[in-house]
């Protein structure tokens, strides 16, 4: 649940992709995820493009409207306002209970004497209220027969201004290297891979995206097991300087015979085909997480003005306390404040991390 206040007026940056604005709401992020991840890949095999709303905020249900008519309508209004502001004119609440307050606000709005200019005093902002509201039924209702199967998808991350008092953070895609060469090992798994590589450094690329080194996924000292929640392929590449890489094809499948498998192999002394690193990426030898998430973290730094930066992106101050990562991966956190020393983390997310939320309880020295 995002906890800034419903008269916040800072508008976040337009995403990428402007196909349908996203709302996932506080119960598809948290106990809701496999509605979230299901949707998702339906929505992707459609081609239709899901971009979560940035800076969005809880819309009440189920207490809300029940306390006061204005903040049952305001809550949801704000979401509605910020759809429209990044450029939506769709916006999508797959939760039955969500879905109800936003087209409930949506139509008392447009209904009600003089509710819709209290509503831009209420937000702080312009609100022409011309978003329309779908559930997942009518959303993909009306895409299934008008999009060609063979479309690509366009999910687009989530776009988190700095502001936002929740940051959803996605690891950037890295430079394609080896996409078209023959895999060295094809694998076939239920869910859940255990790396076992050496060096045990050699840094771990997942579609193309940085996730970490092998340690991190040999689910030991404090690193996890890299866990997959829908069938797909999915490429490998394990990678170090001065060796040749490793190129694993992965095939998550419900029929596979094995729930878990793990990759147990040595690198080759040679020359990488690509990159061994982000440029965001620490050099030199990388410790084990200091924490792990499913998805959200809770920041609880003192100074509470001590930045955060994650994968070289400074995302705001920690005292803005709540981040939510959207991928797979180890993320680097660097916690920074003017006269005290600087602190680095790991942060590792994945499905069998254990905690929902990870408690980043950290205390600066001073200079």
């Not at 493009?49 to 940035?54: D, K, N, S, V, Y």
């Not at 949506?106 to 005093?121: C, F, P, S």
């Not at 690509?274 to 997480?289: R, V």
């Amino acid at each position: 649940m995002r906890r800034d206040p419903v008269t916040d007026t800072a508008t976040p940056p337009r995403p990428a992709v402007t196909d349908v604005a996203y709302y996932p709401g506080c119960s598809l992020h948290g106990t809701s995820r496999e509605f979230d991840e299901s949707l998702r890949a339906v929505a992707a095999e459609l081609g239709i493009g899901l971009a979560e709303i940035a800076d969005w905020s809880c819309c009440g249900a189920s207490s809300g409207h029940t306390t006061d008519h204005l903040l049952g309508v305001a809550l949801p209004a704000r979401n509605l306002a910020l759809a429209e502001a990044q450029g939506f004119d769709t916006v999508l609440a797959p939760c039955a209970a969500c879905y109800n307050r936003l087209s409930a606000a949506r139509l008392a709005i447009a209904t009600e004497d003089g509710l819709a200019e209290q509503m831009r005093d209420i937000l702080g902002r312009p609100f022409a209220n011309s978003v329309e509201v779908h559930n997942a039924v009518e959303l993909l209702r009306d895409a299934s027969p008008t999009i060609a199967p063979t479309k690509k998808a366009r999910v687009t991350p989530t776009a988190a201004s700095q502001e936002a008092t929740a940051a959803a953070i996605a690891v950037p895609t890295a430079p394609k290297a080896s996409a078209q060469e023959p895999a060295d090992l094809t694998v076939t798994v239920r869910r859940f891979l255990k790396l076992n590589v050496s060096p045990s450094q050699a840094r771990v690329y997942l579609d193309e995206r940085p996730i970490g080194i092998g340690d991190d996924w040999d689910d030991g000292g404090g690193g996890s097991l890299l866990a997959f929640n829908l069938e797909g392929t999915h490429r490998l590449r394990i990678c170090a300087p001065g060796y040749h890489d490793l190129l694993v094809d992965l095939m998550v499948q419900s029929t596979a015979t094995d729930d878990k498998v793990t990759i147990d192999r040595r690198l080759e002394k040679g020359t990488p085909d690509g990159p061994t690193g982000p440029a965001w990426l620490p050099e030199g030898k990388l410790k084990h997480p200091n924490y792990r998430t499913t998805r959200d973290a809770v920041f609880n730094v003192e100074p509470p003005e001590a930045l955060v930066s994650v994968n070289g992106r400074v995302l705001g101050p920690a005292s803005k306390k709540d981040f939510q990562f959207a991928e797979m991966a180890v993320y680097e956190v660097l916690l920074t404040a003017p006269g005290y020393v600087s602190k680095s983390l790991r942060i590792l997310v994945g499905p069998a991390a254990g905690e929902v939320r990870a408690n980043i309880k950290e205390k600066l020295k001073k200079m």
